[in-house]
């Protein structure tokens, strides 16, 4: 990885869109600091694209896209994004009604199981409010797990025939091969009209989890925060650049650089 600082201003130019990692990427230790909160503001007011992709819940999803100057979420890892069209909340699913409700039952059968074979863990406080994917708390409401408890938890997930990854707080599983780079590209070409694969040059991802290492393989502006240091044994493809502060404070240090390269500084 390469200091955020030596990615060319020729680059950061042509940026029009950001896609972001929430937890440990926007936020520091589960907060949203206020320089994080401000940069959101500064890229929408310059005309960037800013869209949130995060393994969390449809109810964060639904709600913070109500509440941040952001063109839309993707939650549950790619298994809908949420939007506000004329100021009224729409959540585009992957799969339909049907098929998430029978995935549902499923899923609540295996998070018992899961319960029941790797003490330590519990379903993610906000489980309930989950459309389509399975949360389990490894390390946010609960003491943090050893890595061969967190890997017990995403085998028995991928046994039962799910996707499975890892995110700085939750191992998430879901049916289905979506993910949060084929949700973005979804997401963008819908609602924005844009190829995140023809454009790829134009759209920065900044990210800090094992779950963002499609992400990070994907863009050739991918940057890490510099917390992602800690899980580099965990990401097949690291990002290619990283920035000197952490969490929340890091994409502040990138959003800073983007918009002064822009003459938006």
Known sequence: MKPFATLPDAALRRVRGILTDIDGTLTTDGRL?????????????AGLHVVPVTGRC??????????????????????????LRDNKLITRFLDDAQTRASNLKKIHALGERILREVPGC???????????????????????????????????????????????IHVNGWFGDHDKLSMSRLCVQELLGDDVDAARDEWLFIGDSANDAAMFGHFPLSVGVANVREILDQLPVAPAYVTEAAGGEGFAEMAERLLAVRGNG
């Open 58 to 83: 449809i109810a964060w999803a639904e709600i913070l896209v109500r509440l941040w100057p952001v063109d839309a979420i993707i939650g549950e890892n790619g298994a809908f994004f949420s939007h």
């Open 33 to 45: 600091p206020a320089p994080t909160y401000l940069a959101l503001d500064r890229l929408a007011r």
């Open 122 to 168: 519990a379903l993610a406080s906000d489980q309930a409010w989950h459309a389509a994917d399975l949360a389990i708390d490894h390390a946010e409401d609960v003491a943090p797990l050893p890595q061969p408890a967190v890997d017990r938890i995403a085998a028995l997930m991928r046994e039962a025939g799910m996707t499975a990854t890892v995110s700085s």
